[in-house]
């Protein structure tokens, strides 16, 4: 079976990361695609609970039958290579692509092993509007970036919000008064 596997932070998840895997499964040959949030961020960073974190992403995600959220980090180490590893243990019968922005392919040089997690499960990279670089591929995904949704959320934009953020995940935000 083809999975696509879109690992990240979601922190929170963003209409920017359901048009990735809106993409991801109308041009590629996958018949799932796993999100997986990280436990913990790999240059520790803050991060919303982690619970939180799954939650907001099977929100935003409901609408796609072929996508499952995991929970595999919960009890990792946060290295891409650990986790694919772990889910190719888990599920022999896989074979693994890495769904990846360009702006994260343009760090990889920081990625514990990248060759390995490469050889693994060969990445789709998605060009992302303001990243540019000599391996970036031309944009398919608008600049909408986590940090800015924060500063949003702490501001209480809502109406600014509306854009950028699925109404479901902005609703559990509300609730749980995250990152207030």
Same mark, same amino acid.
């Given at each position: 079976?083809?999975? !696509? $596997?879109?690992?990240?932070?979601?922190?929170?998840?963003? @209409?920017?990361?359901?048009?990735?895997?809106?993409?991801? #499964?109308?041009?590629?040959?996958?018949?799932? %695609?796993?999100?997986?949030? !990280?436990?913990? =961020?790999?240059?520790?960073?803050?991060?919303?609970?982690? *619970?939180?974190? +799954?939650?907001?992403? /099977?929100? @935003?995600?409901?609408?796609?039958?072929?996508?499952?959220?995991?929970?595999? /980090?919960?009890?990792?180490?946060? %290295?891409? #290579? =650990?986790? &694919?590893?772990?889910?190719?243990?888990?599920?022999?019968?896989?074979?693994?692509? &890495?769904?990846?922005?360009?702006?994260?392919?343009?760090? !990889?040089?920081?990625?514990?092993?990248?060759?390995?997690?490469?050889? #693994? !499960?060969?990445?789709?990279?998605?060009?992302?509007?303001? +990243?540019?670089?000599?391996?970036?591929?031309?944009? $398919? &995904?608008? *600049?909408?970036?986590?940090?800015?949704?924060? *500063? &949003?959320?702490?501001?209480?934009?809502?109406?600014? %919000?509306?854009? %950028?953020?699925?109404?479901?995940?902005?609703? =559990?935000?509300?609730?749980?008064?995250?990152?207030?």
């Amino acid at each position: 079976m083809n999975v !696509a $596997i879109f690992g990240g932070s979601f922190n929170p998840p963003h @209409a920017s990361h359901v048009l990735a895997i809106a993409y991801v #499964l109308a041009t590629t040959d996958v018949e799932r %695609l796993v999100v997986v949030p !990280a436990h913990k =961020h790999p240059f520790a960073k803050h991060l919303a609970p982690f *619970e939180d974190r +799954v939650r907001m992403c /099977e929100l @935003a995600t409901a609408i796609f039958p072929s996508v499952e959220v995991s929970r595999i /980090e919960r009890d990792l180490d946060g %290295l891409t #290579l =650990h986790t &694919l590893e772990a889910m190719q243990r888990e599920h022999p019968d896989w074979k693994m692509r &890495l769904v990846m922005g360009a702006d994260i392919l343009l760090e !990889a040089d920081k990625w514990f092993r990248f060759d390995d997690v490469k050889k #693994l !499960a060969p990445p789709i990279v998605l060009g992302r509007a303001g +990243v540019h670089g000599t391996s970036a591929p031309t944009p $398919i &995904l608008p *600049e909408i970036s986590s940090t800015r949704v924060r *500063e &949003l959320l702490a501001a209480k934009d809502w109406d600014a %919000l509306e854009p %950028l953020v699925p109404r479901a995940v902005i609703e =559990h935000i509300r609730a749980k008064n995250l990152y207030a």
